[in-house]
């Protein structure tokens, strides 16, 4: 599944159906703009991707805007996902202004990036909430029919049918040769292998949940 999702995505690039995103939210600390957002949209658990910066300033000209350099200088990023959160290092991008920081989500749900420090004297402390990351079904196709999880537990109602009727054989006699209690014996201890097993796959079942 990872490889055809790789794949996936790898496809998108090549045709160019993934670009910047567009969904990048942008607050204003006079006189700097600031744009945070995912380089990739929408974001997806377990997939490479960056937060995205675009830091400018008013320019020469009324209404328009340039990018700041070194604006990081003396700005701390942080990124926070529920009660844990992570110091980040910012790249710069060739473009002036522009700056990103790799990562991996590797949980659904809505990250905020918090700003820190100052530049060049303006005091920053802000916090910017970024799109939700979504699982992998965003990019699956065609649609698998189940879950793992699915067949798991369908796996193991069908181990638990078969067992009891092994059992049931066993009580009418259909499963016991004319050689007696040997035999008996022999058949309980398999079924109790059986039980065994099965109560361990329903343990690894719940633990992996």
């Known amino acids: 599944m990872k490889v055809v999702t790789l794949g996936i995505i790898g496809m998108l690039f090549s045709i160019g159906l993934i670009s910047q995103a567009f969904a990048h939210e942008t607050v204003e600390i006079a006189p700097y703009k600031i744009e945070v957002g995912w380089g990739l949209e929408p974001p997806v658990v377990g997939i490479r991707n960056n937060f995205d910066f675009k830091i400018t300033e008013p320019g020469d000209v009324p209404g328009q805007y340039t990018g700041v350099t070194n604006a990081f200088k003396n700005l701390e990023v942080t990124t926070l996902f529920g009660g844990v959160s992570k110091k980040i290092d910012i790249d710069s991008d060739p473009r002036i202004g522009y700056y990103f920081s790799p990562i991996i989500p590797t949980k659904t749900g809505t990250f905020i990036v918090k700003l820190k420090g100052e530049i060049n004297g303006v005091p920053i402390d802000v916090q910017i909430p970024v799109d939700d990351v979504e699982s992998t079904a965003v990019l699956d196709f065609p649609q698998t029919s189940g879950s793992s999880s699915d067949q ?14 092994e059992v049931s054989s066993i009580k009418d006699g259909s499963k016991i040769s004319d050689n007696g209690g040997a035999t008996y014996d022999f058949a309980v201890f ?3 292998l059986a039980s065994a097993a099965i109560i361990l796959a329903i343990i690894a079942l719940i633990k992996r949940k």
């Not at 798991?152 to 009727?165: C, F, G, P, Y």
């Open 190 to 192: 398999g079924m109790s």
């Open 152 to 165: 798991d537990v369908t796996a193991l109602k069908n181990a638990i049918s078969s067992l009891q009727r």
